[in-house]
């Protein structure tokens, strides 16, 4: 669970954009992360968790690389300090959080999660995309389970994406959910 921890912690960071960078920056010193980086990357190694390219697909090759979170650290150290520098202290040019939201969506599957273990995780991500794309993980996982009838209450607990400047209304996520439910009829067909 360090791992997730880890994974969440830093998204909820970088996601938030009331906090500077300069802020965040501080708050990734004072948590230590330069040391439970190197940690987490030694328990990969220990664990011998690393899966080959040959076995998964090169697309996630890097999510199992012995040294991600040390090269994820870095580069989103640097990132920090460049934006800081150029005086741009809300903005976080070239920050990607897919990258751990495919970590945790792997985690998922390492760490065995059950679908109330993945939605306890889920709901401590702020970023309402990055819950999005992680309930998609956890309705694919009941979807081969063939856990039909209680895909509804995890479909009623997608984000809702808020009113902004681009976009005009609320636009619940629901509907996405619903589109790996109706599976359950499609194979009914079958």
Known sequence: MKEINYCIEILNLFENDEYSNLFVLKEITSRNYSELVIHLDKIKLEDNNIIEKEIYGSDYIGYFDNTWYQNKYKKYIDLLQK?????????????????????????????????????????????????????????????????????????????????????????????????????EYITMLT
Not at 97 to 111: G, S
Request: charge should be negative; aromatic fraction near 16%.
């Open 83 to 183: 934006n800081i520098a150029e005086g741009e202290e809300h903005r976080r040019y070239g920050y990607y959080f897919l990258d751990y939201i495919h970590r945790l969506k792997q985690l998922f599957i390492n760490e065995k999660l059950d679908e109330k273990q993945m939605l306890e995780v889920i709901l401590k991500v702020d970023s309402d995309i990055g819950q999005k794309h992680l309930f998609f993980s956890l309705l694919e996982y009941m979807k081969e389970l063939e856990k039909w009838s209680d895909m509804e209450y995890y479909i009623e607990q997608m984000p809702v994406y808020k009113v902004n400047s681009y976009r005009k209304k609320d636009e619940p996520t629901s509907a996405f959910g619903y589109q790996i439910r109706i599976y």
